[in-house]
Each structure stands twice: as structure tokens, then as C-alpha cells.
């Protein structure tokens, strides 16, 4: 039996994320069935069957817990409830079970670092040094002079410690103020957080996003963090003081293992579900925290999702310097997400460039890795660049007009191109959607030939027909210019994979012939863009893909 014949018969051995496409919802953001304004759980069920026929395997939801939403959602201030304005957990059930009809898996957005400040939890650590909850969050007394324990920056601005008059002392926060930083040295907090995981998976969930999984542990000893050296700093560090040092003493500690041995072995309590973590700060310590037997199954870093150059040497790079070189633990790739700006417009797209949304698209879905696709990335949606009076984000309240924070890319989607609102709400939308989002909404796309949402699905479904795209290894070829090429191959199944990302042609030499008349190798019958393709040599016109098997 062929190695790939072999690979298909097992697949059923083979993990359900494991080469996964999921799905990320911002649920605010996708269909309010209410007229509230705001997305809620009533209207991710009604659109299930669009979810299912986009050919995704899951569906990622970020937090729908009740909040005071000073962080819209990651300030959590009860982990085992719905917020009103989503639902409740009636609801969240018939959603799981629809979702599951549809042969989808659910996972949610787990927010452990840290708490609302209006957390019951919080409340009651707050109201004396020796209660019960004394200790279930980050507290330290002031410098002799008053000032917080040491330079610890908030990843929003300004100190990550605020003064709390009730204790006589700060509490460490990583974002707001409003965000208190759980303990993770009290075995207390550990065993309530990880029963609240188990509240969800009792309830049938297949899997959690942990937020900022690098953060849960601090250094006890409150050690300051290093600054960044002077020849070090980029323009991005220079935009953003929090940047200006080194986070090794608040987040990205080797200690933070044990956390996530925590939450792997709840996992392991229940059959077939999956953890993956965010890693903003430090990917080279990824291994530490992701891997078998005892860690994380998989997680992202922000390697592709700050890129700006689509460089061919970025892509090489996190394959050979992040993930090979600590273990080759199994990783995520994402290009976007709701913090990030959408990469149409973050790749010189602007305000639209279906080309552009398209070539992102098929190297999202080549590369190794369980694929993050964020909702409106399947449409090609650009940022919204929002006025003033429109922003919501606490960090595009702070540097506006400078920086407008992550609303651009949190706007609602676009259902009905004529319809008001484009069909995500009867009311006034928490955020506004713009003519040219209503422009690429899904009722128009549905009815374009070649439009990105069509493409999207022939992609994802090119993707689910070769088991070398899937969960086949990953090797670079030599490259030149912006001509990316690589190959995925699992068993006697390869397949070569050829980029061009400029906006203008590029031609690539291989170093096997392309298309030979028996049908052993050729092209697959997917592309992107215009190809021209020779025995050896191929010229990829702008903005284009090409796949062949080399089998």
C-alpha cells in the first residue's frame, strides 16, 4: 500500500486540529439577531451553514463571557457564564449542538491570565491581606517613595501596577488597570481556573484559545525587566514604550511550563479536544511551553501577523529559527486576527485588493501548520480606518490619531450589500461598516465568478485534497527576490509550491522538471494569479501561486 493510501486509512488516528482549518469569530461582530447592535450567539447559529460551507473544521470564538468590557471581552469578570448581550447558556448549548450537527468542532477564547476588576474573585482579594483570595492575584507594596514596585510596563501604556487605597497597595496588571493579574504561584487560582475549563468541556466544547498563554506565570521576586539595547530598537519599538524593554520577568518565563502542563492535563481528562496559545512576546521560547506529552498541542506567534513585506525570508526564517530549532513542536499560522491590522491592508492593499486577498489566502492554506482564518479574510475585507468619535479600543483611545488601536479590523461583517447596516444588525452597529465593506459583501460575492469568497472555498478545499498540505512536512527551496517556494510532502506525496508576492512578474528555476505528459507531475489544478509554466522554469505573473505535484 502507498505511504499516502496508508496516511488515509489512518487518518482517523490522526488528531482532528492537526492541520486543521479554524475558523476565528469576533462574535460582536458577526450577526446581531436582536437589534442590539452587537453580534451575539443566536446569530453565529443562524449562519452555521455558511460557516460549514466555507469547508473549515472549526469554529473559534472569541470571549462571550460576561464583561464590563473595558477590553471587550478579555476582561472577564465570570468565566462560567454567557454575558447578556450574547446570550445565555441555553443558548450557548443549542449552539454547540448545531455546531457539532454540521460536523464542526467549537472552540473558546479562555481569558487565565487575568480578571475583570469586577470579578468576584478580585472583589474579595481586594478587601484584606489575609483573606481567603489574599493572594490570588498580583499585589506588592509601594517603594518607600510611593512608586510602584519596579519598572513593569502594561502592554497598553504607561505602568503595569496600579495603587489600590483598600489594600495599601498595587496590584500588577499586564493591559489595563482594569484587568488584575492572576496569581498563578497560588495553587488555589490554578485548580479554580482549571475547574472553569472544565465547566466547558462538560458542556461538550472541543477546545480553548488560551489569551496570552505566555503571561500566565511572573517572576515572584518582582525582578525589573531589562531594557531593549539602543541599537535593538525598531520603529515599532520606538512607537510603544512597553516595547522599549525586555519582557522576561513578567511574561515569557521557563517556570510558565508548569502552567501549561496544568491546563494539558485537563485536557487529557477528556477525549479528542485541543489548547493552543498565544505567544506575542517570546517565540523563541515556544518548545517550552507547546509539545507532547504534556504541553500545549499547538500555538501561534506574531511572526507573520505583524509582517508587512510578504519577504520570502520570513516565512524560511519561523520554520527554521522558531519552530525547528525549539523542538519542532506543531505550530498555527495566521495572517490575522482581531488585534491585528487585516492583512490586505497591512501588505500596501489599502482599502481593497481582491488579488492581493486572494495570493494571502493560498499561502495561508500551504503552509504547515493548523490554519487561523479570521472572519472576513474569506471576503478580502481591508481595515477600517474609523474617525475619531467611532473608536471604541482603549489603545486607539490613547494614541489616536497616531495609532487608532484594533477597531479597524473588529468592524461587523457584511452579509447583504443593499441591506441596512449590510445585514449584520436592525439597529445602530457598536462599530460602523463602510461602503467598501458592504461592496465585498457575502450576497454579492456569492453571486461573482472569481470573487475571494469562492476562492476561499476552492482553496480550503484544494487544501483537504492533499494530505501533503495537511499535515506533510515543510521544505524550503532556494528562492530569489520575492519568489517563495517550498515543498509539502508526507509519504511518496509531494508538492511543490511557488509564490510570487511583488506586483510585478518573477520567474523561478526548479531544479525538477514541471509538467511531463504522463501525469506523474504537473500542476494540481489550483492557481492563483497568471502562470506561465516551462519544463524547468515558470513565470509567475503578480500576486500569484502555482502548485504542482512532484510525486
Known amino acids: 500500500m502507498r505511504e499516502t493510501e496508508q496516511y488515509m486509512t489512518d487518518k482517523n488516528q490522526t488528531p482532528w486540529w492537526k492541520g486543521a482549518v479554524v475558523y476565528q469569530i469576533y462574535p460582536r461582530s458577526y450577526l446581531d439577531s436582536t437589534g442590539s447592535g452587537i453580534g451575539d450567539l443566536d446569530g453565529i447559529r443562524r449562519r452555521l451553514d455558511y460557516i460549514a460551507s466555507l469547508g ?22 465570570d468565566h462560567c457564564d454567557i454575558a447578556p448581550e450574547m446570550g445565555s447558556l441555553e443558548t450557548f448549548d443549542a449552539l454547540v449542538e448545531e455546531t457539532h450537527e454540521r460536523g464542526l468542532k467549537l472552540i473558546l477564547d479562555q481569558v487565565l491570565a487575568h480578571s475583570s476588576d469586577q ?18 492575584y498580583v499585589w506588592a507594596d509601594a517603594q518607600e517613595d510611593g512608586t510602584p514596585p519596579n519598572n513593569w510596563m502594561a502592554a497598553f501604556g504607561g505602568p503595569a501596577w496600579s495603587w489600590h487605597p483598600l489594600r495599601r497597595q498595587y496590584y500588577h496588571h499586564k493591559f489595563l488597570k482594569q484587568q488584575p493579574k492572576l496569581n498563578f504561584h497560588e495553587p488555589a487560582v490554578v485548580a479554580a481556573l482549571m475547574d472553569t ?75 479528542d479536544r485541543l489548547a493552543f496559545g498565544e505567544f506575542a512576546e517570546t517565540p523563541e521560547m515556544i518548545g517550552t511551553y507547546v509539545g507532547e506529552p504534556d504541553r500545549l498541542h499547538t500555538a501561534y506567534t506574531f511572526d507573520f501577523l505583524e509582517d508587512r513585506t510578504l519577504a520570502p525570508t520570513i516565512f524560511q526564517s519561523y520554520y527554521e529559527n522558531v519552530i525547528e530549532k525549539n523542538g519542532n513542536p506543531w505550530p498555527c499560522v495566521t495572517f490575522s486576527n482581531h488585534d491585528i491590522t487585516r492583512p490586505v491592508t497591512r501588505w500596501g492593499g489599502k482599502r481593497g485588493d481582491d488579488a ?69 444588525t436592525g439597529g445602530v452597529p457598536w462599530l460602523p461598516i463602510p461602503d467598501y465593506h458592504g461592496s465585498r459583501a457575502v450576497d454579492v460575492q456569492e453571486a461573482t465568478e472569481g470573487s475571494v469568497l469562492k476562492f476561499a472555498r476552492e482553496a480550503i478545499a484544494f487544501r483537504s485534497r492533499f494530505p501533503a498540505l495537511q499535515t506533510g512536512e515543510i521544505k524550503f527551496c532556494a528562492h530569489a527576490g520575492d519568489v517563495l517556494a517550498f515543498e509539502r ?26 509538467e511531463i505528459g504522463d501525469g506523474k507531475r504537473g500542476p494540481c489544478g489550483f492557481m492563483a494569479g497568471e502562470v506561465e509554466i516551462g519544463e524547468r522554469r515558470m513565470v509567475l505573473g503578480p500576486r500569484s501561486a502555482a502548485f504542482f505535484s512532484t510525486a
Request: some cysteine; overall charge negative; aromatic content about 10%.
Open 356 to 424: 492581493l486577498a486572494k495570493f494571502g489566502l493560498a499561502l495561508l492554506l500551504a503552509l504547515k501548520g493548523t490554519v487561523l482564518l479570521y472572519q472576513g479574510e474569506e471576503l478580502g475585507l481591508p481595515d477600517v480606518d474609523l474617525e475619531q468619535k467611532d473608536i471604541r479600543d482603549p489603545v486607539g483611545d490613547l494614541y489616536y490619531p497616531f495609532g487608532k488601536g484594533r477597531d479597524g479590523c473588529r468592524t461587523p461583517m457584511p452579509w447583504v450589500a443593499k441591506a441596512p447596516q449590510a445585514g449584520f
Open 197 to 271: 475549563l472544565r465547566f466547558w468541556l462538560d458542556r461538550g466544547v472541543d477546545g480553548f484559545r488560551l489569551d496570552v498563554a505566555h503571561a500566565y506565570v511572573h517572576d515572584a521576586s518582582l525582578a525589573d525587566n531589562p531594557p531593549v539595547p539602543l541599537d535593538d530598537r525598531t520603529a515599532l519599538d520606538w512607537s510603544h514604550a512597553p516595547r522599549l524593554q525586555r519582557h522576561v520577568h513578567d511574561s515569557g518565563l521557563a517556570e510558565n511550563r508548569i502552567a501549561m502542563e496544568s491546563v494539558r492535563a485537563v485536557m487529557d481528562e477528556y477525549e
Open 489 to 514: 510532502a508526507l509519504g511518496d506525496e509531494t508538492i511543490l509550491c511557488v509564490f510570487n508576492s511583488s506586483t510585478g512578474p518573477a520567474t523561478w528555476e526548479s531544479d525538477v522538471v514541471l
Open 56 to 77: 473549515v473544521d472549526a469554529v473559534w470564538l472569541s470571549p462571550i463571557f460576561p464583561s464590563p468590557n473595558r477590553d471587550f471581552g478579555y476582561d472577564v469578570a
Open 119 to 136: 470579578h468576584a474573585w478580585f472583589r474579595e482579594s481586594l478587601l484584606s491581606r489575609d483573606g481567603e483570595k489574599a493572594n490570588w
